[in-house]
Structure formats: structure tokens, C-alpha cells
């Protein structure tokens, strides 16, 4: 495809998009808005703001989820603290909980607008950012487009390219490169993912590591976790956690495994979607075993087989209760999930060997002894077992993976630096407002 070729169909897709096929749009904008918002504030993800904007420099920080929004919550703290204010945009309203839960008033919380131009453009228009921060892999060719026609500088942090958003992107290359040329910079996660975006004509691309490794760790409510804790007793225990279809049989598999020679044993599971947690627990009774489930406040008995972590926020809690986290999305699904958290709250981490999205943490792990990958159920069960019965060997693991993280930290202040020369001038800005008399 030429250039020519490729700024056209951007063009196009720019001042015509989903507007101009109205079945399409409609399906694109209820598919992406379905369930993602709370009643009340739907209109926020067709652009209509539901508060004022404040005067003075505004930056605006994007966020999917749950995990960009714990790893950026450090950055907008940093940024808050020059001064500046901070619209902050996620997707979903479990990140919006997140979001007043770390931040509360500090940012201005919307959920994100649809990569529609309607809905684009009244964002914009309201909130006139001075500059746009995304976070890790949110390329909406609408919004990156619209921020390009307006002259707002683009920074992409965090950023990742998985091998099937690389791939895609590569079969394109002339419409990457007429999209990210939008981009003033981008600052990814490792240098695989550099080498990626300056092959789709991102430039300039520096890397500044993983923002998720300086985040806190996860926060826990201490009189739940001494009361899980009393509940257990001396019950030898093991996590699998953020785990995807198919992988809670495996685990439910590898609990009756494992039971027949540790008789005590007990197992959480914790699923990345919670709202299955009714047919993961149905699923596992049907095989004869007890399931507890956190959202009903069941006990903890001890006949209990399978704890089921069903709620959101709790992740701090259920891998303070372990030494051993299997880490899914790697068995049974493609991609893998973030392993930076069991290895800060100190478990000796297992994870299938699809772990595409997570490369660069997951090789700093293995290489320095803190995590293993396994192929299969009995592989799972085996590597366990061996973790139960060679508690030398599994605090080594722990202890290298404290140390990889420590290692890894640092990305924030790369990142901040990267981010300097477009936040200084708003800081300069915004002091000047003030002495005007600007509130």
C-alpha cells in the first residue's frame, strides 16, 4: 500500500467512520459500551462531559482497565504534583472504582469516549487538553487523529505491541505509519516493543521498562486477612489467580492430584472475570468438591476444597494467604497476565507457556530463578508438589523474585523524563495563570 494510498483511507476514515454506516456504528458503539459504565453516566462515553473543566494546563491520561490504571496511578500522581490537573479516562467501572479508591478527588474521573467522531469531538472540545497520555496498547485511529488535527501531543507510555497486534499492524505498515506519526513519542516497555513501534514509523521511541513494577503493592484489608488466616490454620495452600476459560477445570484437576498426598490441602482460584464465578463453582462441584465462594462470605471450612476469589479489588488479600501462585491466561488461553504482583507479595510463581504480552517479565523471572513455566496439568501438579515439600527451594524462588523486581523498578522516573519537555512549558503555564488571578 502506498503512502498516498494509506493517508487516504485514514482521511476517509477520519471525516466519514462509523457515522456514515449507522447499523455498524451503533453495533461498534453498544458492543463497547455495554456494561462498561454506571447508570447516569453513559452519555460520558459519546463525549458529553458530566463536570465542568477547571481553567489552567489539563493533560488527559488514558487507561483501559483495571491493570493500566494501577500501572499509571504512580505517573498521574507525579504529574498531579507539578500542579497540572488531570482528566483521567478508563473503560470500565471496576477501574473507575480504582481510580476514586487510589486517586479520589485529586483527578477528574470520565469514562473514556468511542473511537467515533461525534463522540470524539465533544470530548475534545470540552476538555481542550494541552497534552494526551496513553497508556500501554489504546491505539484508537479516530482519537489519535482528531488529537493530530487539533495539535494536542500524543505520548504513548507503557507501550506494548503483543505479536498478534505487532503482525496485524505489520501487514499495514503504511497505515501504521501515517497513524503513529501522530504520536510525539513513545516510550515503551521493553526493547522488543521499541523495536516494534519504529517499525511501524514511531519515532522517537525510547524505553523506560515496566511501570507496573513501581506501583505499590496491593493494598489488604488486615482484619479480613486475619480472619481467612484463622480459618485456614495450618492447611498447606497454593493460588491460582487471574485465571481464564478452561484453566479453573485444570486447577479443580490439579487439586484432586495434589490432595492425595497432602491431605489438607487447600486451593484459591481466582478468576480474572469474577462474573463467572457461579459456573466455575458449578463446574467444580460437579466434580464431588466443596467450593467457597468470598462474594456470598461462605466460611471457610475444613472440608472447603476450592476457595473462589469472585471479587474485584482483593488480589492483595488472596496472595497474602500463599507462597505458591500459578499466574494464568497460559494454559488454556493466549497471552499470559501480569506476574509483577504474586512476585512483590513474595509467592513462587508457575505459569503456562503462553506468556506472549508479559515476555520481558516473565524472561527476567525464569533467568534469575523466580518462576517456572509449565506445559500441562500434571507438569502444574508436579511443580506444586515439589514446591510443598522443598520449602528451601520455594523461599529461593520468592527471593528471586523480589530481587527481579527490584531490579526492574525505575520506569517511572524514565517515563517522567521522557514526558518533560511537554509538561514543563504547562507547568510554567499553569504558575503564570495563578499569579494572574486564575483559579
Same mark, same amino acid.
Given at each position: 500500500m502506498s503512502e498516498r494510498w494509506a493517508r487516504f483511507v485514514l482521511s476517509t476514515y477520519r471525516w466519514v467512520g462509523a457515522a456514515a454506516f449507522?447499523? =455498524?456504528?451503533?453495533?461498534?458503539?453498544?458492543?463497547?459500551?455495554?456494561?462498561?459504565?454506571?447508570?447516569?453516566?453513559?452519555?460520558?462515553r459519546y463525549g458529553n462531559a458530566s463536570v465542568a473543566r477547571p481553567s489552567g494546563p489539563l493533560i488527559w491520561v488514558h487507561a483501559a482497565s483495571v491493570g493500566e490504571t494501577s500501572a499509571v496511578t504512580p505517573l498521574v500522581e507525579a504529574i498531579?504534583?507539578?500542579?497540572?490537573?488531570?482528566?483521567?479516562?478508563?473503560?470500565?467501572?471496576?477501574?473507575?472504582?480504582?481510580?476514586?479508591?487510589?486517586?479520589?478527588?485529586?483527578?477528574?474521573?470520565?469514562?473514556?469516549?468511542?473511537?467515533?467522531?461525534?463522540?470524539?469531538?465533544?470530548?475534545?472540545?470540552?476538555?481542550?487538553?494541552?497534552?494526551?497520555?496513553?497508556?500501554?496498547?489504546?491505539?484508537?485511529?479516530?482519537?489519535?487523529?482528531?488529537?493530530?488535527?487539533?495539535?494536542?501531543?500524543?505520548?504513548?507510555?507503557?507501550?506494548?505491541?503483543?505479536?498478534?497486534?505487532?503482525?496485524?499492524?505489520?501487514?499495514?505498515?503504511?497505515i501504521a505509519e501515517a497513524l503513529f506519526e501522530n504520536l510525539a513519542h513513545?516510550?515503551?516497555?521493553?526493547?522488543?516493543?521499541?523495536?516494534?513501534?519504529?517499525?511501524?514509523g514511531a519515532r522517537? =521511541?525510547?524505553?523506560?521498562?515496566?511501570?507496573?513494577?513501581?506501583?505499590?503493592?496491593?493494598?489488604?484489608?488486615?482484619?479480613?486477612?486475619?480472619?481467612?488466616?484463622?480459618?485456614?490454620?495450618?492447611?498447606?495452600?497454593?493460588?491460582?489467580i487471574s485465571t481464564h476459560q478452561g484453566e479453573e477445570a485444570v486447577v479443580a484437576q490439579v487439586h484432586h492430584m495434589l490432595k492425595a498426598r497432602h491431605r489438607d490441602l487447600?486451593?484459591?482460584?481466582?478468576p480474572r472475570h469474577p462474573d463467572r464465578a457461579a459456573q466455575i463453582a458449578a463446574e467444580i462441584e460437579k466434580l464431588g468438591m466443596k467450593v467457597a465462594l468470598r462474594s456470598r462470605g461462605d466460611q471457610i471450612e475444613p472440608d472447603t476444597d476450592i476457595y473462589l476469589g469472585d471479587t474485584i479489588g482483593d488480589m492483595g488479600l488472596y496472595l497474602r494467604l500463599t507462597e505458591i501462585a500459578f499466574v494464568g491466561r497460559s494454559l488454556t488461553a493466549?497471552?499470559?497476565?501480569?506476574?509483577?504482583?504474586?512476585?512483590?507479595?513474595?509467592?513462587?510463581?508457575l505459569s503456562g507457556r503462553n506468556v506472549q504480552n508479559f515476555r520481558d517479565s516473565y524472561q527476567r523471572l525464569i533467568k534469575n530463578g523466580g518462576a517456572k513455566l509449565v506445559r500441562d496439568k500434571d507438569m502444574l501438579a508436579g511443580a506444586v508438589n515439589y514446591l510443598f515439600?522443598?520449602?528451601?527451594?520455594?523461599?529461593?524462588?520468592?527471593?528471586?523474585?523480589?530481587?527481579?523486581?527490584?531490579?526492574?523498578?525505575?520506569?517511572?522516573t524514565r517515563t517522567m523524563t521522557a514526558l518533560e519537555p511537554f509538561i514543563q512549558p504547562l507547568v510554567l503555564q499553569a504558575r503564570l495563570s495563578n499569579r494572574e488571578g486564575w483559579k
Open positions: 449507522p447499523i =455498524v456504528g451503533a453495533y461498534v458503539a453498544f458492543r463497547a459500551s455495554k456494561g462498561k459504565e454506571e447508570r447516569g453516566r453513559h452519555g460520558e498531579i504534583d507539578t500542579g497540572i490537573h488531570v482528566v483521567l479516562t478508563t473503560g470500565t467501572v471496576t477501574s473507575a472504582k480504582m481510580v476514586q479508591e487510589r486517586l479520589g478527588d485529586r483527578v477528574i474521573h470520565q469514562y473514556v469516549p468511542l473511537d467515533l467522531k461525534p463522540a470524539v469531538d465533544r470530548f475534545l472540545t470540552h476538555w481542550q487538553p494541552d497534552l494526551a497520555v496513553i497508556c500501554e496498547s489504546e491505539i484508537w485511529p479516530m482519537t489519535i487523529l482528531e488529537l493530530g488535527t487539533r495539535r494536542v501531543p500524543q505520548v504513548l507510555v507503557n507501550g506494548r505491541l503483543s505479536d498478534r497486534s505487532f503482525a496485524s499492524w505489520h501487514r499495514r505498515a503504511s513513545v516510550v515503551a516497555q521493553s526493547e522488543v516493543d521499541g523495536e516494534r513501534f519504529r517499525a511501524l522517537p =521511541v525510547t524505553v523506560s521498562g515496566n511501570l507496573k513494577v513501581d506501583t505499590a503493592v496491593p493494598p489488604v484489608n488486615n482484619a479480613e486477612l486475619a480472619s481467612l488466616q484463622r480459618m485456614i490454620g495450618s492447611r498447606k495452600i497454593w493460588a491460582a487447600l486451593t484459591i482460584i481466582v493466549q497471552g499470559g497476565q501480569n506476574p509483577l504482583e504474586p512476585a512483590m507479595l513474595k509467592s513462587a510463581i515439600n522443598n520449602p528451601v527451594e520455594r523461599q529461593i524462588m520468592i527471593d528471586a523474585g523480589l530481587k527481579t523486581v527490584e531490579d526492574m523498578r525505575g520506569s517511572l
